[in-house]
């Protein structure tokens, strides 16, 4: 099948350098992964992925986090593990 259609989209620079770099991990190029979710849409009918709004203590619990409240910083994984009784 012949690729005549064409897909722009803006995109943060960021947030496309780090995915690139993903795909070419993958082996795959830009136009190769954007092929690939599209198809993955077609065979899922929909988003091959959860999209979900978060539960009310998921949500208060990512404001708490951007606002820095109850935030646990540790030295290492040792220490991590030790505050959490492991």
């Known amino acids: 099948m ?3 259609e064409v897909v722009r989209a803006r ?3 960021e947030v496309k350098r780090h995915a690139e ?3 070419q991990e993958l082996g795959l190029n830009t ?3 954007i092929t690939l979710f599209y198809k993955q849409v077609t065979l899922c ?3 091959p992925f959860p999209v979900c ?3 009310e203590e998921t949500a208060r ?4 986090v951007d606002a820095g409240i109850g935030l646990v910083e ?3 994984a040792e220490d991590m593990f030790n505050k959490l009784g492991l």
């Open 2 to 4: 012949s690729k005549t």
């Open 11 to 13: 995109i943060e620079p």
């Open 21 to 23: 770099a993903i795909f």
């Open 31 to 33: 136009t190769e992964a």
């Open 45 to 47: 009918r929909g988003l």
């Open 53 to 55: 709004l978060p539960n």
């Open 61 to 64: 619990t990512l404001d708490n």
């Open 74 to 76: 540790c030295d290492s």
